[in-house]
């Protein structure tokens, strides 16, 4: 329980929202542990396993961002693989080829007529992952750009990716049919580290304590990573933004009944508009973004004009939910 908004929202984000530090701590280490099982595979007698390129396996993800909300369900990272005299080409924006005739035996093993095929490389990794110890099972991803791995110490899974670095500074990884698509995920990292320098440190915990009325409490929830970029968007809109985040969300909910229902583009200039919603389902966003907004004015001018602690705070609890302190 609570007796003031502030006091509620802060109870809120540590309670409910927030990872548990004691579990990001324990994910970063065991990410870490993984990175030195990975890294070990290719020296393995009889594995096969392609030859790392260590310095630029990345971390990428809302964990990695520091936007994830609990509970901890998976970690993401890409594990980069050297070339070994592989080339690629480049069909259009998102098709790109790898070829090796001129590879390694190891690519070569994983490829049809010389072309190098990302469904065999992720099978590969997720065939490759059963040699790591406190091994619980392995998959192929619903998309077939990841190995998720299990391993029985931690409820959250890994994501592997595996991945190639060009020379033009992109990041190669598989597109789910076999062949390869750019990424660069530390562009979607500079962003948001930048937002939030930018904003006296906000930005991180407003976008986490949206996702979690995105998660529970909008019609229809917003895929993370679109929604994550809306709240950058409406940011990067400001000329600075409220010292209290209870201001940006009220604020951030009129802002978005409007931006749901045009492009959101991708910053990195790979994917195009990101939102692909029906105007539907964009137009059912909206409504409820709208009715968000009419209660978070509520909230607001309760809190600031009437004195009201108690009423704003039962409003904030019809936008977020039951989870959302009491007064008292």
């Not at 020296?43 to 993800?61: C, L, M, R, T, V």
């Not at 065939?127 to 791995?149: C, D, P, V």
């Not at 915990?205 to 409490?217: F, M, V």
């Amino acid at each position: 329980m609570a007796t003031s908004v502030n006091s509620a929202f802060t109870e809120f984000n540590r309670d409910i929202v927030n990872l548990l530090k004691e579990r990001t701590d324990k994910a970063r280490a065991s990410r870490d542990w993984l990175y030195t099982q990975l890294n070990g595979l290719d020296s393995k007698e009889d594995s096969d396993f392609p030859f790392k390129y260590e310095a630029q396996h990345i971390n990428y993800g809302s964990f990695e961002r520091r936007t994830k909300i609990r509970e901890l369900d998976d970690v993401d990272l890409m594990f980069c693989f050297t070339a070994n005299g592989a080339t690629y080409t480049k069909y259009n924006t998102n098709y790109y080829q790898i070829n090796t005739p001129n590879a390694g035996q190891r690519l070569k093993n994983l490829s049809d007529s010389d072309i190098l095929n990302s469904r065999k490389v992720v099978k590969k990794v997720k065939n490759s992952l059963s040699q790591i110890g406190q091994y619980k099972s392995a998959e192929l991803h619903s998309r077939g750009e990841a190995a998720t791995l299990s391993l029985t110490s931690y409820e959250w899974v890994f994501d592997i990716v595996p991945c190639f670095y060009t020379d033009t500074g992109l990041y190669l990884i598989p597109d789910g049919n076999g062949d390869w698509k750019p990424t660069d995920p530390r562009i979607d990292q500079q962003r948001v580290t930048k937002a939030n320098q930018n904003n006296k440190s906000l930005v991180l915990q407003l976008i986490r304590t949206l996702k979690y009325w995105n998660r529970h409490n909008s019609t229809h929830t917003i895929s993370s990573y679109l929604f994550e970029n809306i709240v950058i968007n409406f940011v990067n809109s400001k000329n600075e933004i409220n010292d209290y985040n209870d201001i940006n969300i009220r604020d951030f909910f009129s802002y978005l009944s409007s931006a749901i229902l045009s492009s959101v583009y991708d910053p990195k200039d790979l994917q195009g508009d990101l939102n692909n919603y029906s105007f539907s389902e964009k137009l059912a966003i909206s409504k409820k973004a709208d009715w968000a907004y009419e209660k978070a004015k509520e909230a607001v001018y309760a809190e600031l004009t009437e004195m009201d602690q108690k009423k704003s705070i039962n409003f904030w609890r019809e936008i977020f939910g039951d989870e959302f302190p009491i007064y008292g």
